[in-house]
């Protein structure tokens, strides 16, 4: 056992080697459409700028309306800035034909658009879990289905979705978040192989914890989830446990407070639109590679108590005084 263990770790290690020393070529970006959701900030608005200045074309959606003229003063004149709601198939529609005018063929569409969520399931409305799901899954599932007759027009196109370590690990205090990075790390899988026969590539990004708007307005999403829960609910769990937990799985979170640099995802978004043989999978970060990706290999009942441990309230809630114990 030991042996074929040491066996795979030496192949891999020389195949990262040989992929160090010997990477495959770029392609020419000359003509090449790029579409990218989400444009505003982040990852999207970054892989815009990079993706201009490679010389690619690039079509940037953008959510909120005064974000168009800004981005748009970053760009080079053959990049396309326009408003682009992706739980809306009204939007959805007139992007296709924006896009559909300038070409009948699309290099790249990169499905980032995304919203954070924090809190327990029985803090979370119905309402909040439907939106999160909307942006973060149903959105990017209709954007690639309106999008693929022009991906698949030529081979090697390819559909890159940033996803996330949380859809392969379940922190407490992440439910809606973490089940719409699962539905979409599953779809993601699912659309290369169906895909397969067509050459459309289908990459994903899976970045740990990186110093983006999410991370900074987390404490503050879940102070306000709270302050809006009935009074029921705040006596169940109760203001102690709260604030536990938030210093131990935001304010104190040592996974939080050495977030890294978002340009290591900007970096793995290139490589995934640029390069001739792009990458099934990106774990762009230490923390992805090295902490996450490792741990969702242990035994569930390892990980609960791992999680319970590291981000979960040492305060038990207030009502467990009032369960029935038989």
């Known amino acids: 056992m030991y042996l074929f263990l040491s066996f795979v770790f030496i192949l891999y ?14 392609i020419d970006p000359s ?9 505003d900030t982040g990852f999207g608005h970054g892989l815009a700028i990079e993706l201009d200045q490679q010389g690619f074309n690039v079509l940037a959606g953008v959510y909120l309306q005064e974000n168009i003229i800004s981005l748009q ?3 080079s004149s053959k990049a396309t800035v326009f408003h682009l709601d992706i739980i809306k198939q009204n939007s959805i529609d007139a992007a296709f034909e924006l ?35 909307d942006v973060n899954y149903f959105g990017h599932v209709t954007m690639t289905k309106k999008f693929l007759p022009l991906l698949i027009a030529k081979r090697d196109s390819r559909v890159i979705n940033i996803c996330s370590i949380m859809g392969y690990t379940s922190p407490p205090g992440m439910s809606s978040y973490c089940a719409s990075k699962y539905a979409f790390e599953s779809f ?56 536990d937990l938030i210093k131990k799985s935001i304010t104190e979170n040592i996974c ?21 043989k792009p990458h099934i999978r990106y774990r762009p970060d230490l923390q992805s590679k090295f902490l996450f990706y490792p741990l969702s290999m242990l035994p569930d009942w390892l990980v609960d108590i791992l999680m319970s441990k590291l981000v979960g309230s040492s305060i038990l809630p207030a009502g467990i005084n009032n369960q029935i114990t038989n």
């Open 99 to 133: 896009v559909n005018e300038k070409t009948k063929v699309l290099h790249a569409l990169v499905n980032n658009a995304g919203i954070g969520s924090g809190g327990y399931i029985d803090w979370v409305s119905m309402q909040t879990m439907r939106k999160i799901m």
């Open 188 to 243: 993601s899988d699912c659309l290369r192989r169906e895909m397969f026969a067509w050459g459309l590539k289908v990459c994903i990004i899976e970045p740990g914890w990186l110093r983006t708007p999410i991370i900074e307005g987390h404490e503050r999403l879940v102070r306000d989830l709270w302050d809006e829960q009935p009074i029921d609910i705040r006596k169940r769990w109760g203001d102690e446990f709260l604030n």
């Open 73 to 75: 003063n970053k760009l």
């Open 13 to 26: 290690a020389s195949y990262r080697l040989y992929q160090h020393f010997f990477p495959t070529p770029n």
């Open 31 to 39: 003509g090449k459409y790029v579409l990218i959701s989400g444009c």
């Open 256 to 276: 939080i407070r050495n977030a890294e640099d978002p340009m290591k995802v900007i970096r793995a978004l290139h490589h995934a639109v640029m390069n001739s």
